[in-house]
Structure formats: C-alpha cells, structure tokens
C-alpha cells in the first residue's frame, strides 16, 4: 500500500507542477491517513488555491484526523472564502458533538 501511496504523492507533485492544481489535490486526497497532511498544507497555503487546501482540511477532518491546528486552519478558510453555510454547518456538527460527549461524561459519573 506504501507503494500505491508514493505514486499518489509523484503524481500529485507532477500536477501540481504542471499547474493542475484540482488534479493533484484528488491525487494527494488519496494519500490521507499516509502521508503528513502538513506536506499538502504547505503546497496550497495560498489564497489562490484556498478552495483546494479546504477541501483537504475537510476530508482530515471527515476521516478523524484532523489536529487542532487543521480545525483551526479550516475554519479561517472558510472564514477568507466568507463561506458562512458551511462555517456554520461545522460549529453546529462540533456542537452537537460536545454535547454528546457532556452527556456521556454526565452518565459515566452518575
């Protein structure tokens, strides 16, 4: 799988390089969960490309790998794209997630 992995990256640094950003960042979505997400992040750290690197900050995020850091990067790109339906989308999936856990926690000690 390592393998598969690599060539997913070479071709996305080949796309990218060729300026096909789209192109590359299907291809490095496949290497989630493989390859360190702060490579991608690196590349399409750019407000030209932020509809990308979004859409790779939300796919850490859907797959459960997403630090703090990736959050926190994910909501300012939705905050540069003034993408406020899914900004708000993502505040009330964390909201609904805290509460879950506050009642977990709340049965556990009782």
Not at 48 to 74: C, F, M, P, V, W
Not at 82 to 96: A, G, H, P, Q, S
């Amino acid at each position: 799988m390592e393998g598969l992995v690599e060539i997913f990256k070479l071709y996305g640094d080949h796309l990218y390089t060729k300026g096909n950003h789209a192109g590359a960042m299907e291809q490095y979505l496949k290497t989630i969960g493989r390859l360190e997400p702060s490579y991608v992040i690196k590349k399409f750290l750019d407000a030209q490309r932020i509809n990308q690197l979004t859409a790779y900050l939300q796919e850490l995020h859907k797959q459960g790998l997403a630090s703090e850091d990736h959050t926190t990067l994910l909501l300012n790109c939705y905050t540069k794209l003034r993408d406020t339906e899914r900004l708000n989308e993502f505040l009330n999936v964390k909201k609904i997630c805290l509460y879950i856990y506050m009642c977990i926690f709340l049965f556990v000690i009782y």
